[in-house]
C-alpha cells in the first residue's frame, strides 16, 4: 500500500459516509408532484407510511376543503427518521407562525387589543416573535409547553429561543392591515437565528402599503431574502413616504444596484425631492462590496466599514 492512497474499504466508508450527507426525500407520484413548492402551514400530521421508508403527510390545498395525503419516499431508515423529525418541525413552525400572523394582523386591524408594558401602558410597537404563548420568543428561555418539546431533547435542558421566519404570504397579509393602521409605529419582521423568508413579493407589498400608511416609523426587515427587485419597490416607497425614519435591511441579498437606488431615494432628484424624514439605513451583510458607513445627508448608512 502506497503512502497517500487509501485502501478499498477506507474509500467505501467514506462514499458511505459522504452519500449519509446528501439524504434525499422525494414526493412519489400524484396529483401535487409537480408543485415547486409546497406550504409547510397546509401539511399536518407527518407519520410514517405502510411502504418501506415512506412519510405521509396531510395537505390541504388552497382554496379547496378536501385534505389530501402526500406520499414521500426516503432513501433508508436513518433518513426517514431524520426526515420525519425536519417536517415534523417544519410543519410545527409553520403553524405556529401563521398563528402569530393572524394575531399580528388582527391587532393592526384593532380587533384584538395591543401588547402592554409592564406598567400597563399600551405598545405602539409590534414583534410576532416576541408572542410567547404561541412558541416564540428572541430571548432564550425555559419552556414549560412548547410544541417542540416532544422532538426537540435539547428543549428538556437548554434555554432557547425561537423566532418568528415569516414569509412572502405572512408580508402580504401584514401589509393589507398595516396600510390603514394609525397607531403602530414600530414593526419588527427581522429573523437571524434561522434565515427568514420574505422576498422581494413581501418586501413590495410592505412597501406598497408604506405609500398609504402615515404612521410607521421603523421597519425591521433585516435576515430576510431581498434582492435588488425588492430594494427598488422600497426605494419607490421611500420616494413618497415622509413617516419612515429607520429601516433595517441586514443580512439580504441587496447587490450594488438596489443599494444605489435606496440612496437615490434618499438624495432626490429632478423628479423627486431628498427624503429628509430618514435618519438610519442599514445595508449591512449584504452583497454590495466595500460598502462604507457614513451620512447621506441626515440619514446614517450601516455599511459593512465601519
Keep these: 500500500l502506497r503512502v497517500g492512497h487509501k485502501s478499498p474499504e477506507e474509500e467505501a466508508k467514506e462514499l458511505e459516509a459522504e452519500k449519509g450527507k446528501h439524504r434525499r426525500l422525494r414526493l412519489l407520484r400524484g396529483k401535487h408532484a409537480k408543485m415547486g413548492r409546497l406550504p409547510f402551514e397546509r401539511m399536518d400530521n407527518v407519520r410514517e407510511g405502510d411502504a418501506e421508508y415512506e412519510i405521509l403527510v396531510d395537505f390541504l390545498p388552497e382554496g379547496d376543503s378536501i385534505v389530501r395525503t402526500l406520499r414521500f419516499k426516503a432513501d433508508d431508515t436513518l433518513s426517514t427518521e431524520q426526515w420525519m423529525s425536519v417536517l415534523n418541525q417544519a410543519v410545527s413552525r409553520r403553524i405556529m407562525a401563521g398563528k402569530a400572523r393572524r394575531r399580528l394582523c388582527a391587532i393592526l386591524n384593532n380587533e384584538q387589543s395591543r401588547p402592554r408594558n409592564a406598567i400597563g401602558e399600551e405598545l405602539a410597537s409590534l414583534d410576532p416573535s416576541t408572542f410567547v404563548d404561541f412558541g416564540f420568543s428572541r430571548v432564550p428561555r425555559m419552556w414549560l409547553e412548547h410544541p417542540f418539546k416532544r422532538t426537540d431533547k435539547k428543549m428538556l435542558t437548554n434555554k432557547m429561543a425561537f423566532e418568528m421566519q415569516c414569509t412572502d404570504s405572512d408580508a402580504v397579509d401584514i401589509a393589507k392591515a398595516l396600510e390603514t393602521n394609525d397607531w403602530c409605529r414600530e414593526l419588527r419582521l427581522d429573523c437571524f437565528t434561522l434565515p427568514g423568508f420574505i422576498g422581494n413579493r413581501g418586501a413590495t407589498s410592505l412597501a406598497t402599503c408604506l405609500m398609504q400608511n402615515k404612521t410607521l416609523e421603523s421597519l425591521n426587515l433585516s435576515g430576510n431574502l431581498i434582492d435588488d427587485e425588492g430594494a427598488e419597490a422600497l426605494a419607490e416607497m421611500l420616494q413618497k413616504n415622509r413617516t419612515l425614519t429607520k429601516l433595517n435591511l441586514n443580512g439580504n441579498n441587496i447587490r450594488k444596484r438596489g443599494a444605489v437606488m435606496l440612496f437615490g431615494a434618499i ?40
Excluded: K, W, Y
Design 267 to 306: 438624495t432626490g432628484n429632478s423628479l423627486h425631492p431628498p427624503n429628509a424624514a430618514m435618519r438610519e439605513l442599514d445595508l449591512q451583510f449584504n452583497n454590495v462590496p466595500q460598502l462604507e458607513s457614513g451620512r447621506i445627508n441626515q440619514c446614517h448608512i450601516t455599511g459593512d466599514i465601519i
